[in-house]
């Protein structure tokens, strides 16, 4: 009965690397959410994303970020050239869908991102 | 331009007295609310929700108000426990059955529970 597992729990970058940073939704969860929270400030939306589909990604920087949830394994947010700016906590939710009611969102334990 | 706002930072309340947190909204299009629950290093914990078409939910010690003319919702805890400390943060939902979107969330108010 495992939550949303994410992971690593920390991770350390230098400027130019890439982060990739994984998240595998609650068991019979289909849709995927990833969130980003700047210190003192509340959760950004950032990406909607259901098995190979990405839904909305109405809040992902238009560079250097992407996301996926492929078919088999767990779903992949991947920063690329990371700069000190993309230091934050990284968060994935995850609900079920049910067309006629609202959903919670269930979110993992977060990555911590430090770009030196 | 914040949709979901708290403007409370902070507040400290009394163990056994009740809390009360506050949560303002500008978009008409959210049409379901929850709150969450954050301790340091740990993601956020769904504590209860409300859609706009009822004015209050009520879970135990947690009740939370509607008021959808003022754009306003409200999270009661009663009576606060030391375990009640924590960031709380309100988040809002355009979902259109299903309720499939993401979420908007205010920047959280840090509730300290006094023994």
């Known amino acids: 009965n495992a939550g949303v597992m994410q992971n690593p729990r920390h991770l350390v970058r230098r400027r130019g690397q890439e982060a990739r940073l994984r998240c595998s939704p609650m068991k019979g969860h289909s849709h995927v959410y990833w969130y980003r929270q700047l210190p003192e400030e509340g959760l950004k939306f950032m990406v909607y994303l259901q098995k190979e589909n990405i839904i909305d990604e109405s809040g992902m920087p238009k560079e250097r970020f992407s996301a996926e949830f492929p078919k088999e394994g767990p779903s992949i947010l991947r920063i690329q050239q990371v700069v000190r700016g993309d230091s934050a906590a990284y968060f994935c939710a995850s609900s079920p869908f049910q067309a006629s009611s609202y959903n919670e969102q269930f979110f993992g334990p977060g990555t911590r991102l430090t770009v030196l | 331009d914040q949709q979901v706002k708290q403007n409370s930072p902070s507040l400290s309340v009394q163990e056994g007295r009740i809390s009360i947190l506050n949560c303002d909204y500008t978009n008409s299009m959210f049409d379901y609310f929850l709150w969450y629950k954050k301790y340091p290093a740990e993601g956020p914990t769904f504590l209860i929700s409300?859609?706009?078409?009822?004015d209050k939910n009520e879970d135990g010690r947690f009740t939370v108000f509607l008021n959808k003319s003022a754009k306003h919702l409200s999270l009661h805890i009663v009576p606060s426990q030391p375990g009640d400390s924590a960031v709380y943060f309100c988040a809002a939902s355009r979902g259109t059955g299903g309720g499939a979107d993401g979420l908007t969330f205010g920047k959280g108010t840090h509730l300290i529970i006094q023994p």
């Open positions: 409300i859609s706009s078409i009822k």
